[in-house]
T-cell receptor
């Protein structure tokens, strides 16, 4: 499968635990975007990364959330001390560059449930 | 600011009916416009796009025309099928970000 790969597909955590969501972009793509989808809502932009750089994190909560895209390996979205309100589907998308004509390709998402 | 507003659902149609899902945008500048489709349990898939005024995007019988004068990008299909049942998202891309509408759920009944 040459598409965007996200894992796990489903993640269950108790309040106060940490959640780590992984995203491997499409082959040849160096731009990664994370979105959050709350029930019955659209996608909300969280963060945009290139290899080893955070380009735009304006949509990410200031506390408990962090993201990285290392030189090697997948992009990681990390949520510390999770709370019930973090329950959502988290989608990763990738693109080869920042060309406005290039659509983003989405993974199937990670559904995070907080008990 | 930048935002996308699309018709609220859910929409229920009979097979072979005509579909319109309205989408309007606000943007600082000239965004590219997209329609994405999301099937249950899956991520978003690009359906069609248009990158400048008067462009028409089309795919799988769906069409949308970039209307700068009305800042709209309405999705249409002449004859829907049961397999078209999904959630449809309108999106604009400007700067670093995509801006998504809240999605419109479509159910097509036989």
């Amino acid at each position: 499968n040459a598409g965007v790969m996200q894992n796990p597909r489903h993640l269950v955590r108790r309040r106060g635990q940490e959640a780590r969501l992984r995203c491997s972009p499409m082959k040849g793509h160096s731009h990664v975007y994370w979105y959050r989808q709350l029930p019955e809502e659209g996608l909300k932009f969280m963060v945009y990364l290139q290899k080893e750089n955070i380009i735009d994190e304006s949509g990410m909560p200031k506390e408990r959330f962090s993201a990285e895209f290392p030189k090697e390996g997948p992009s990681i979205l990390r949520i510390q001390q999770v709370v019930r309100g973090d329950s959502a589907a988290y989608f990763c998308a990738s693109s080869p560059n920042q060309d406005r004509n290039q659509p983003q390709h989405f993974g199937d998402g990670t559904r995070l449930s907080i008990l | 600011g930048n935002s996308v507003t699309q018709m609220e659902g859910p929409v229920t149609l009979s097979e072979e009916a005509f579909l319109t899902i309205n989408c309007t945008y606000t943007a600082t500048g000239y965004p590219s416009l997209f329609w994405y489709v999301q099937y249950p349990g899956e991520g978003l898939q690009l359906l069609l796009k248009a990158t400048k005024a008067d462009d028409k995007g089309s795919n799988k019988g769906f069409e949308a025309t970039y209307r700068k004068e009305t800042t709209s990008f309405h999705l249409e299909k002449g004859s829907v099928q049961v397999s078209d049942s999904a959630v449809y998202f309108c999106a604009s891309y400007t700067g670093n970000q995509f801006y998504f509408g809240t999605g419109t759920s479509l159910t097509v009944i036989p």
